[in-house]
């Protein structure tokens, strides 16, 4: 059973940044699609960015430029990198897995069928 935990959020004023990882216990990462999802009190969950196998990235409209996802496969590690951050990307951040790599990264959470547990991200003006 795959399972992924992340850390790295926290609390950061606007305008500044924050990393996220996410650490997989697969065998077979380098094979996975992910993404980062994150919902936010009293919203729907919404995806924020994705990566496929081959390094192919989506991102959502509200984080392009902003957000970067890389995936290390040595460490089997996703991680987020969020720089501009705003109030209103303030939520909880999921990672999410596609062990098949049916969704090629894209943000479709049906996709997805491994998820952690969260990390809250904090952004105030």
């Known amino acids: 059973q795959e399972e992924v935990v992340e850390s790295g959020g926290g609390s950061a004023m606007a305008g500044g940044s924050l990393r996220l990882s996410c650490v997989a216990s697969?065998?077979?990462?380098?094979?996975?699609?992910m993404a980062w999802f994150r919902q936010a009190p009293g919203k729907e969950r919404e995806g924020v960015a994705g990566i496929d196998n081959v390094g192919s990235r989506t991102y959502a409209d509200v984080v392009k430029g902003r957000f970067t996802i890389s995936k290390d496969n040595a460490k089997k590690t996703l991680y987020l990198q969020m720089n501009q951050l705003k109030p209103e990307d303030t939520a909880v951040y999921y990672c999410a897995v596609d062990s098949h790599c049916m969704s090629w990264g894209k943000l479709i959470s049906g996709w997805y069928n491994t998820w952690g547990q969260g990390t809250q991200v904090t952004v105030s003006s």
């Open positions: 697969g065998d077979t990462f380098s094979d996975y699609c």
